[in-house]
Structures are given as C-alpha cells and as structure tokens.
C-alpha cells in the first residue's frame, strides 16, 4: 500500500534497506557481513528511529576492491540520483511513500572505537570484511603486539599451502608485501597499521623496526594492563542479533568483557525496564554470559546493558527488538 504525504515533512537518508537494517553503523555493518550491494533509503523522519515510510530506494554493488571509504563516495552520487529523481514531487509538497512493515524490520546496535578488536580465530574472508568495514574514516580494525595497539587499515585474503599455526601467529614476513597471519582455517596478510601516537605504515617496515619475527604471535594477550573491551553480540556470541522475532518467540544476547588483569565487574541487563540479569563478578581474563527475552504484545521493545568496572560505569549498550504477530 502507498499513502501520499502531503505538505512539509523532513525527509532523509538510510544507508539500509528499510525496514531492514535499522539502527546505527548501517554500512559498516553490511559490509562486515559480507553484503554484495548496500541499499540506501530515502525516507520520512518520524520521532521513531528509521521508522518513517519510504520514497525510494536504490541499491550500489560492493566490489572486492571498495572499502567503507568508497562505498560512502558511490552512495553520495546514489543520493543525488534519488534527490534529482524526487526533487519534483517534493518541490509539489506531495509524495508518494510506501509504510514500513514492522514485520520485517531489523536492528543493528551502534558500534564503537573498541568493537573493532579483531578475533583471530575468524575465516581469511572475515577478516578482510572486518578490516575494510572500519578503515579510514573510522577507527579502524585493531589487534595488539609487545603492549601496543595496532590499528590494521589494510590487508588481504592470501592462498597459502600450510596455514598450521596458532590463531594471530605471524606465518612470514614479506618485504614490501605486508606480515601473514594464521586467521581462522588461512591467512591474512596485514599491509597497512598504525601504532597508537604515530603515523601510519607499511607493515613490512613495521615489522623490521619492532623486531616483529616469525613465530610471533597478535593478539589481546599483548594489551597493556588497563585495557578492557565490554561489548554485545548475538545468541551463539556472533554477530547477528535476534531483532525480529514474533510474539512469544525467545531471542538471545552474548554479553562480553575482556579484561589484562584482574578487575571487578557489574552488569546489569533490562528489557523493556524490566531487570532480566544483575550479576557482580571478579575477572581475571573474560566474562561470557548468554541471556534471552521474549515480548509478549506486538512492538518495538529495549534492551540496555550496563557494564561498570572497578564501580566505575564504563559502557552502555542498547538494542531494540520489533516482535509482532
């Protein structure tokens, strides 16, 4: 069905295919799952998060070679292209929109600097869409080595023919090529990072000048002592989220805490204000812990998780859950 919008309205952009993908970190999220083409949807704002009807919607191809950098320069001439094809219904004050079907709509969490811990137990091809969804302009993808943080802005799948060794373990070092790393069932070979408070490089000549040989191995266990990372991720601690789910149906949630040394932990978990976990725990490596919900009307519903560390609140995370019949 499409309605007809009369009169002034404040129309904007979505960098997802509504109602699919709402929320936060639209691209990067789809390109760390490895998405084909991303969709961008011009919209009605409404005072629900990308929930207004739509206008239009047009989709650009993600190549092998593009990264969120290029995909945010495609989706800039999209935009134009939807602007140029709309402008004069706008300009009439009158256009025609489609309702979003509550039914079909998902969530994506925000992301932060720090979700971009790189896990070295994941697939070659993971890891490239993990690295290439966080390059410049955002924070970037991040591993560490001897105490220091490594911002990885560049690498590549590599065909190996022995890929034996230890998840983050360097295999070889390539003079002007970059430094090959077990990931998952391959390697990755890194070619571009930046050491926290320094310029970025070529990771060949990272490795020359840090004494980085083969046989070395990234990873959290080389973070320095006050770093903790606190974060969320789907029911089997991946990262899809149970966002749609019909009433009565359960969904899941991984809460996670990585910590260097010993610290004490608070957590607390709502949904819909309701207190679904309170827990208070001491650690000394990582904290893992699976909770479920479950809405009992149709609607938009939220979860908040608290992290407090040391009695010192250090995180806030929140997703929404759209339930209906």
Not at 33 to 59: C, E, M, N
Request: charged share 25%; proline share 5%.
């Amino acid at each position: 069905m499409r309605t007809r919008t009369p009169g002034k309205r404040i129309f904007g952009f979505h960098s997802s295919r509504l109602p699919e993908g709402r929320g936060g970190a639209p691209v990067n999220w789809s390109l760390i799952h490895g998405a084909s083409d991303i969709w961008l949807s011009f919209f009605h704002y409404t005072p629900k998060v990308d929930a207004g009807a739509v206008v239009a919607q047009r989709s650009i191809p993600v190549e092998s070679r593009d990264d969120v950098g290029t995909i945010f320069d495609t989706l800039a001439v999209a935009a134009r292209d939807i602007l140029d094809e709309v402008r004069p219904s706008l300009e009439l004050d009158s256009v025609d929109a489609t309702p979003q079907d509550m039914s079909a709509a998902t969530y994506r969490p925000r992301r932060q600097p720090q979700d971009g811990l790189i896990d070295w137990t994941r697939s070659p091809s993971a890891q490239f869409d993990w690295v290439r969804a966080q390059t410049q302009p955002y924070p970037g993808a991040y591993t560490f080595y001897d105490g220091d943080r490594l911002r990885i802005w560049e690498g590549e799948c590599v065909r190996v023919d022995n890929a034996d060794g230890r998840s983050g373990e360097v295999l070889s070092i390539t003079d002007k090529g970059g430094i090959d790393v077990v990931s998952g069932d391959g390697v990755f070979r890194i070619e571009r990072l930046q050491l926290d408070r320094a310029p970025a490089q070529w990771a060949d000549v990272y490795a020359v000048e840090s004494g980085l040989t083969v046989g070395s191995r990234f990873g959290r266990h080389h973070a320095p002592p006050d770093w903790t990372y606190t974060g969320i991720r789907g029911p089997d601690g991946g990262l899809s989220f149970d966002t749609n789910l019909e009433v009565g149906e359960v969904g899941g949630m991984t809460l996670l805490c990585h910590v260097s040394e010993r610290r004490d932990l608070e957590v607390s978990v709502t949904f819909d204000n309701k207190t679904l976990l309170e827990e208070a725990v001491t650690l000394d490596d990582t904290y893992e812990e699976t909770v479920t919900y479950v809405g009992s009307t149709p609607g938009t519903y939220m979860i908040e998780v608290t992290y407090a560390v040391d009695n010192t609140q250090t995180d806030t995370r929140y997703l929404k859950v759209f339930v209906h019949e």
